[in-house]
């Protein structure tokens, strides 16, 4: 059964969200912002208005999140003077206790996520490493997992394009992940993901090892302002692949864009490629990958912004192949984050999504270095 100590801390934590958060000032500016969408024209300007919206709706999801622990802990001190009497069992007090701890835990966490680009939605790139079926088998488990996570914290994903691999298994999958804070969160997950296990690809039943990398980026939406420089864009079409269906290998609905791009503060050129396959309607495809771009641009502008600040990552692992941040060890039961030394013998969980943890010791590692 929990004590009084635990209890005590628990309406600690609380006051100290209330205070850090500045929840009583958030009250007030919901109430200001929320005026400003009921004058006569203000949907004649959408761009604005999204904005407006996009505004009210995080603070209301900071003040909805709060009020929640308030309730919460109100509840639990309820039950515990109700043990007393014998009105609650002490289960049913452990089980208020732990629903609790998982709130106030939740809020915290999301408390270290205060960059602009971490309430943003997020593309998630996955591309297999040298090893030709075992590597894109990985990739493809890879995605699985991605996909498992996004659906358990309620984001809506779309595949905008996919590469199979000739056996089995993904070449490349990119996934847009649509929701509050998916980019604050996903983003501990950019870097080489390293696969130890008996492959069923393998005759000899040999122990191997397989690469992946995901990358990373914030989604853009409308409301942020990117410059995209129309000279520097070409497009090419071409039929979809898949399997089935009417369009499919008949209409030239994939899109291909090309972007030249030249870093304006290294001189640096590169051309960007994107391809769009999300639906058979070229536009929309379009569309998409237009919104891919400007999110990719997006985060080199970032990366500059950011270059002070991630100084502190100079001590830790770079971000290439070789250096890998996480190594999945399926026959030994572990999977091990090698920049914060989290790990987990329920390989299980993680692959079905489970990937809270390691999220978590990663924030905390960036929030106690200053990050």
């Not at 990985?138 to 996570?149: F, G, K, P, Q, V």
């Not at 497009?235 to 972007?259: C, H, I, M, P």
Request: proline share 2%.
């Amino acid at each position: 059964m929990i004590t009084y100590d635990q209890l005590k801390q628990a309406v600690e934590r609380k006051d100290a969200l209330r205070r850090y958060l500045d929840i009583d000032s958030k009250r007030i500016e919901v109430e200001e912002e929320e005026l400003r969408t009921h004058v006569p024209d203000f949907w004649e300007h959408q761009k604005e208005a999204q904005a407006q919206m996009k505004k009210v709706k995080q603070l209301h999801q900071w003040i909805d999140s709060y009020d929640e622990v308030a309730k919460a802990v109100d509840e639990l001190q309820l039950a515990w003077d109700f043990l007393k009497e014998g009105l609650v069992e002490e289960q049913e007090l452990d089980a208020m206790y732990a629903d609790l701890m998982v709130k106030i835990e939740d809020m915290e966490l999301r408390n270290m996520l205060r960059s602009e680009e971490d309430s943003l939605g997020a593309v998630l790139k996955i591309n297999s490493g040298a090893g030709g079926t075992e590597s894109q088998d990985w990739a493809s488990m890879l995605m699985r997992m991605y996909l498992r996570y996004c659906e358990s914290h309620g984001y809506k994903t779309a595949i905008s394009n996919i590469l199979e691999g000739e056996e089995a298994g993904i070449k490349s999958v990119t996934i847009e992940v649509d929701g509050p804070m998916a980019y604050g969160y996903l983003k501990s997950e950019n870097g080489v993901h390293r696969l130890v296990r008996v492959s069923p690809y393998n005759a000899q039943g040999k122990r191997m090892t397989s690469f992946a990398s995901v990358f990373v980026t914030p989604l853009v939406d409308d409301t942020i302002e990117v410059h995209v420089d129309p000279a520097l864009l070409s497009w090419d079409t071409f039929r979809s692949g898949g399997a089935g269906g009417q369009n499919v290998n008949k209409v030239e609905s994939g899109v291909r864009l090309r972007y030249q791009f030249t870093d304006p503060y290294t001189g640096e050129k590169e051309e960007i490629l994107i391809e769009n396959t999300e639906t058979r309607d070229q536009p929309k495809n379009k569309e998409n990958a237009m919104r891919q771009l400007r999110s990719i641009l997006y985060d080199k502008e970032l990366q500059h912004r950011l270059a002070e600040q991630r100084k502190v990552e100079d001590s830790k692992m770079k971000i290439e192949w070789g250096s890998q941040i996480r190594s999945y060890v399926f026959d030994d039961r572990r999977v091990k984050d090698h920049r914060t030394g989290w790990q987990t013998s329920d390989v299980n969980a993680v692959m079905d999504g489970d990937l809270d943890p390691f999220i978590k010791a990663y924030l905390m590692e960036y929030a106690q270095q200053g990050e």
